[in-house]
């Protein structure tokens, strides 16, 4: 066998070419992929209602005149990074972002083409029909946004095959049933959901917001809530639930605004929050049947502006240390079974609402 030798110069030729190869065939995989990218999101646009819609005018397909086949992939030449509301990632579409873009139809199944979609957000348009089960092919998404259509039917199991998710916003629709328990990433569910509140749901890594109001759920909150400690939005205002909040939320230190209003929850208000939240600024637990005394560490969340606890059974003083929350705008105790005199040190205070309405305080309101 006869061996060659290869200088120095050889082997750079060599390794040149591979380079370049390497980078010509990425091309064209990305070049196709983009391609049926344009052609799965064109679909759509071609089914809406109004497709003639101003905001999607550059949404458009190049005819490739060199090829004449029937298949619409093949048909075009385009790219849809270019196109009003798509974003890319090495020319693949990685987020689709229509907020309030006056969208009329349903949400397609063609979707589920975009396999290395981020984020899709369609917050606040007029989509109907059901969300399809597909959406849960598109394993990459971190925000999925439907919030404020009106989608209809219930919630897909398959939402559950997207564990990168972070942000899940389906709240102002019209979605039925119960929440799957194969959903552990949740954030917005306003709609008309009834049932208890899956369990699973604790096993929560990533969730940041959960809105849950305006519903018909019942039973107790899960157990290990927010264990994670990276809620900062949590919401399940004018519910059906009962029981204590969960001591866990003691672990919410990034919590930012909490609702637990308009239910039945009921406990020892002097068991709850007793973490350090130094970015909690909204607190509602108006209308629930929570008991015991509130106390000082009340006065240990320096970014609080609302603090509600109305008409529930509340007894015991009123803490001085709420003096301290040099942020609060608005208290209201309202309604409630508090006692002895009203604190001088909320004199300190520049609040815009004191509601201290039908409690055994005695005294003057600080001025």
Same mark, same amino acid.
């Given at each position: ?33 983009? /391609?049926?990218?344009?052609? /799965? ?190 809620? /900062? ?76 606890? /109305? ?57």
């Amino acid at each position: 066998m006869v061996y060659f030798p290869i200088g120095n110069a050889s082997l750079f030729i060599v390794h040149l070419v591979l380079v370049l190869l390497t980078i010509f065939l990425c091309f064209l995989g990305s070049a196709s992929a983009s /391609a049926e990218e344009a052609a /799965a999101l064109f679909k759509w646009k071609a089914s809406l209602s109004n497709p003639d819609n101003p905001l999607l005018t550059s949404w458009i397909l190049r005819p490739n005149t060199t090829n004449s086949s029937n298949n619409i992939s093949k048909e075009v030449v385009a790219s849809p990074c270019s196109w009003s509301g798509v974003s890319c990632i090495n020319g693949s579409v990685n987020g689709l972002d229509l907020t309030e873009s006056n969208i009329n139809g349903p949400i397609p199944l063609s979707f589920s083409n975009l396999n290395k979609l981020e984020g899709l957000s369609l917050n606040g348009n007029n989509l109907s029909g059901p969300i399809p089960p597909k959406i849960g092919k598109l394993t990459s998404l971190n925000l999925l946004d439907l919030g404020e259509n009106y989608l209809s039917g219930s919630i897909p199991p398959s939402l559950g095959n997207l564990s990168n998710l972070s942000v899940l916003d389906l709240g102002g629709n019209q979605l039925l049933g119960s929440i799957p328990k194969e959903l552990g990433n949740l954030m917005a569910l306003r709609n008309n959901l009834s049932g208890s509140i899956p369990q699973e749901l604790a096993n929560l890594t990533k969730l940041v917001f959960m809105d849950m109001d305006g519903n018909q759920f019942s039973g107790h909150l899960p157990q290990g809530l927010c264990e994670s400690g990276v809620l /900062a939005f949590l919401s399940f205002e004018d519910n059906m639930l009962t029981g204590p909040i969960p001591r866990s939320l003691n672990n919410c230190s990034r919590l930012r605004h909490a609702y637990f209003n308009g239910n039945q929850f009921t406990g020892k208000l002097s068991e709850m929050f007793g973490g350090f939240y130094p970015k909690l600024n909204f607190v509602d637990l108006s209308n629930n049947n929570f008991y015991g005394e509130l106390l000082a560490y009340w006065g240990r969340c320096p970014s609080l502006t609302t603090l509600r606890i /109305a008409e529930n059974h509340i007894s015991g003083s009123i803490p001085p240390e709420l003096g301290n929350l040099t942020e609060l705008r608005v208290l209201n105790l309202s309604s409630n079974r508090l006692t002895g005199e009203i604190p001088i040190e909320l004199g300190n205070l520049e609040l815009y609402v004191l509601d201290l309405y039908s409690n055994r305080l005695t005294g003057e309101i600080p001025e």
